[in-house]
């Protein structure tokens, strides 16, 4: 259904743009952020159907976010989900156009007046804040994509503190998931209740996400390369072991899970597939 | 009015992306597109204040674009508005985050809920909408600026015609003044046909300041050289007075201004500051 729509949003024309804009978004990625979207639209009982556009904008939203940050002035990466990426594909010009074509698209789609014939004008503009909140600077303890990137730059070939790498990490990752659920909870008519629950599950696997990275990264690099854990410490400073350990960190990822399933209590029996979700994304792995 | 709005939206915090963002905003820029908004909020019958945050978004979208198109992989601009552009001031990733963030930033503004106080849902989506489709890809007859860029960026160093000059220079200049217009026709509260009116004289000054800027190009190229017009043929190839020689380049101007007073005409005796506003922006000039 996302890909569909994604496909609809994203028409060939006659434009290099155009063609970068479905090689970004039409090929690859697991839609984890529009899942989660339309997962709380229908946990609050509304109509995933309706909602799908905003599961769109949503992808389309990451999907910039990822083409920017390949770019040879960010973090310079040829490749991405198998394939060159955008800019190696199409030149660094035709990526910039890209992502700055596909985050416009989104809001188009946002934006779109059709959608009053599904939702308030009200409804429409409180979910279209929440993204735009995520997608942007941010501030403070809560940055938002842009204000993650920020700190990730900045804290390269330099050892930050473990408050400033979860600030970080919520900018980079957990904002953008954490809008998704509250973005599906708005769309599906919840109440401030469960808004707020779709908000602290999002923001708790968000977080989670990157420690169990993390984790991953250390423990798979000791099995292969036969070294004890730890030993690679100038790589791995930044990082959830780095600071804490491994036993320490994976016990904060088994934490911020309990959170997020603690959150879906208001939803009762209804959230058992999101609960699953959480548990296999997040402690299964280690 | 617009530069205190602007101060107000974009707070100074401990990031350099913040700082870049108010370096890009507040310092310079002819305001010509909030301004052209604001007053079509007032000849339509509206207050100008509440418009005010629609008009810095405007803003914000403009240079968000200026910041793009200067980077080393676009036009490769050192200086803008007489002093260092973003990237060369902060560097590539700074200034591409920059960007983003203040693209996200107008949306953002535009989908505040508190606006809600003074705009029905229905108006905001609806004046949104226009503006996120000037400001993206767009598609044939009707590009977007990123449509104009890409146009742009593919005719260098290649003669084009005179009617993908058209659609270059629509999407790159036009499109945003038009929807500027049309923004300000909704957010007043006008009808149908004064909105359509707005886009009207949007899109044919938007369409004219090219014509005048490449017809001054030649024209004071050719005092300053002591050289003839039109000798300068390889540089000036893809301009209206390239296409079209000096003289009906001229006539060219004239016409587009007066389709633009002519489009006032719906207004009356109201539309007198900005029938003064186009003509001497266009017209006196040559």
Request: one cysteine or more.
């Given at each position: 259904?996302?890909?569909?729509?994604?496909?609809?949003?994203?028409?060939?024309?006659?434009?290099?743009?155009?063609?970068?804009?479905?090689?970004?978004c039409?090929?690859?990625?697991?839609r984890?952020?529009?899942?989660?979207?339309?997962?709380?639209?229908?946990?609050?009982?509304?109509?995933?159907?309706k909602?799908?556009p905003?599961?769109?904008?949503?992808?389309?939203?990451?999907?910039y976010?990822?083409?920017?940050?390949?770019?040879?002035?960010?973090?310079?990466s040829p490749m991405?989900?198998?394939?060159?990426?955008?800019?190696?594909?199409y030149?660094?010009?035709?990526?910039?156009?890209?992502?700055?074509a596909?985050?416009?698209?989104?809001?188009?789609?946002?934006?779109?007046p059709?959608?009053?014939?599904?939702?308030?004008?009200?409804?429409?503009?409180?979910?279209?804040?929440i993204?735009?909140?995520?997608?942007?600077?941010?501030?403070?303890?809560?940055?938002?994509m842009?204000?993650?990137?920020?700190?990730?730059?900045?804290?390269?070939?330099?050892?930050i503190n473990l408050?400033?790498?979860?600030?970080?990490?919520?900018?980079?990752?957990?904002?953008?998931?954490?809008?998704?659920?509250?973005?599906?909870?708005?769309?599906?008519?919840?109440?401030?209740?469960?808004?707020?629950a779709?908000?602290?599950?999002?923001?708790?696997?968000?977080?989670?996400?990157?420690?169990?990275?993390?984790?991953?990264?250390?423990?798979?690099?000791?099995?292969?390369?036969?070294?004890?854990?730890?030993?690679d410490?100038?790589?791995?400073?930044?990082?959830?072991?780095?600071?804490l350990?491994l036993?320490?960190?994976?016990?904060?990822?088994r934490q911020?899970?309990?959170?997020?399933l603690?959150a879906l209590?208001v939803?009762?029996?209804?959230?058992?597939?999101l609960?699953f979700?959480?548990?296999?994304?997040?402690?299964?792995?280690?």
């Open positions: 259904m996302i890909d569909r729509s994604l496909t609809d949003f994203l028409p060939v024309y006659d434009s290099t743009v155009s063609a970068a804009m479905r090689y970004a039409l090929d690859g990625g697991k984890l952020r529009p899942v989660l979207l339309l997962a709380f639209v229908q946990l609050c009982g509304g109509e995933i159907e909602a799908v905003f599961a769109a904008a949503l992808e389309m939203i990451h999907a976010s990822l083409i920017h940050d390949d770019m040879p002035c960010m973090d310079d991405r989900r198998g394939k060159p990426s955008v800019h190696a594909a030149g660094e010009d035709m990526a910039l156009l890209t992502g700055d596909l985050l416009n698209r989104a809001y188009e789609v946002i934006l779109n059709r959608l009053l014939a599904d939702y308030s004008g009200e409804s429409m503009i409180r979910a279209g804040s993204l735009a909140r995520a997608a942007g600077l941010g501030q403070g303890d809560y940055p938002g842009i204000g993650g990137q920020e700190l990730d730059i900045q804290s390269e070939d330099k050892l408050d400033t790498l979860e600030r970080l990490q919520q900018g980079k990752t957990a904002a953008l998931i954490r809008a998704a659920c509250q973005t599906g909870a708005v769309l599906g008519g919840g109440n401030e209740a469960q808004i707020a779709a908000g602290q599950f999002g923001l708790s696997i968000g977080l989670c996400f990157q420690i169990v990275d993390d984790i991953l990264d250390v423990t798979s690099s000791a099995e292969q390369m036969g070294k004890p854990v730890g030993s410490g100038d790589h791995h400073k930044n990082t959830y072991p780095g600071f350990g036993e320490k960190a994976k016990e904060l990822a911020r899970t309990k959170t997020a603690d209590s939803f009762g029996e209804e959230a058992e597939s609960r979700l959480a548990e296999e994304l997040l402690i299964r792995k280690f």
